[in-house]
């Protein structure tokens, strides 16, 4: 029977059907309106001519008229907008719609692309996956190292470190002056620690001695005497011997500040 009563619509077709009908309804309504309002434009016109010539009569019935029109524009304007409220509401019916029938087969084609996916034959692959990016990623490390082998010569490294000595001049840095100064001040400080250790010893030394002429307890001052002569002789060469390195290690300061 549907090929004598036609194939029923459907929701979609229904929607966009009464759309059009009320959009058709909204621009009948809309050249009322505009017609009403040419006409109480011309009323208006009328009403001060007959005015003007004194035709009290006809002014009142134009002007009856004229508040008639005007009511009319206003029905009409509320009128459009009753159905413009329609026209929306099935606007967002169809749009409504539209975003089901959009779902649903969203979820249809997320249920079959479910259902084909494979989560262990995916792991495996990206497990392979990561494999061969690690491989690719030695390759590649290893291939950069072997062309910039290849390239690089003496006379590229000579190069470099002209540019690299160019640049520290600019800016007035000097390796080897300042590895030289901190070679010096190291050497200056080392020797510096040597003669105050020299010194200290020398002086414990000189202080070891003279005690123990003190405490020589001799029977007769003849023994005493000899005693005191030979101990005297002792610490003044031990004295002279500290002057002496004294000597010699301020020599070799002074030479390396001339350095």
């Known amino acids: 029977m549907s090929f004598l009563f036609g ?3 459907t929701p979609a077709e229904l929607l966009r059907e009464n759309k059009r009908m009320l959009d058709r309804s909204i621009r009948d309504i809309e050249r009322e309106r505009q017609g009403l309002q040419t006409q109480e434009k011309k009323l208006i016109a009328e009403i001060k001519k007959s005015a003007k010539q004194g035709q009290m009569g006809a002014v009142r019935v134009m002007a009856k008229d004229l508040i008639r029109t005007r009511h009319q ?3 009409f304007y509320k009128l459009k907008s009753q159905l413009q409220g329609v026209s929306l509401r099935i606007q967002t019916l169809k749009s409504t719609q539209a975003m089901g029938e959009a779902m649903k087969g969203v979820t249809k084609a997320m249920g079959q692309m479910n259902r084909q996916m494979n989560l262990p034959a995916l792991q495996k692959i990206m497990q392979e996956f ?3 990016n690690e491989k690719m ?3 590649s490390e ?3 190292d072997a062309i910039d082998d290849a390239l690089e010569g003496d006379e ?3 190069e470099t470190e002209d540019l690299v000595n160019q640049v520290l001049d600019e800016i007035g840095i000097d390796i080897n002056s300042e590895v030289l100064q901190c070679s010096l001040l190291l050497t200056f ?3 510096n620690v040597l003669a105050f250790l020299f010194s200290m010893k020398y002086k414990e030394n000189n202080h ?3 005690p123990n002429t003190q405490l020589v307890n001799a029977p007769s001052s003849a023994v005493a005497a000899p005693a005191a002569k030979t101990k005297v002789p002792q610490a003044e060469s031990a004295a002279n011997d500290d002057n002496g390195i004294d000597s010699e290690l301020q020599a070799r300061l002074d030479n390396l500040r001339k350095m």
């Open 189 to 191: 400080m080392f020797i």
């Open 156 to 158: 590229e490294e000579e």
């Open 73 to 75: 524009i206003e029905k």
């Open 130 to 132: 990561e494999k061969q």
């Open 208 to 210: 070891s001695l003279f």
């Open 137 to 139: 990623e030695m390759v």
């Open 142 to 144: 290893v291939m950069g």
């Open 7 to 9: 194939k029923k619509k």
